[in-house]
């Protein structure tokens, strides 16, 4: 089994429910977190993000490569992803863009 360490305050999922409500931005924090495996680009980066790290309140229905798009069950609302190195190819990050 792999080793991901998310080093972020708080769980992903209450960061998306605080989120949930937002209505002036609906911004939502980096997800950043730190494997001891490196990744080899940022397509890996996003595809683990996508299969390990993803509520289960979201989808994803759109992929290429380090950006894909994920939408709310519930409220409908859709994000952009974007995947990237956070320094090196052992820590990570995924930044999160409001589409709708």
């Keep these: 089994m792999r080793k991901t360490d998310v080093s972020s305050s708080g769980s992903f999922e209450q ?3 605080n989120n949930f409500g ?3 931005y609906d911004m939502m924090e980096d997800f950043i977190w730190t494997t001891s ?3 080899p680009n ?3 980066t996003m595809n683990e993000y996508l299969d390990e790290h993803l509520p289960d309140e979201y989808e994803c229905f759109f992929q290429d490569d ?3 798009e994920i939408h709310h069950k519930v409220s409908g609302k859709i994000y952009g992803l974007h995947a990237s190195g956070n320094g090196d190819s052992f820590n990570h990050r995924i930044r ?5």
Excluded: C, G, M
């Design 15 to 17: 960061k998306l429910q």
């Design 96 to 100: 999160f863009e409001f589409i709708r």
């Design 66 to 68: 380090s950006y894909a």
């Design 42 to 44: 940022n397509t890996f």
């Design 22 to 24: 937002a209505s002036d």
């Design 37 to 39: 495996y490196y990744h």
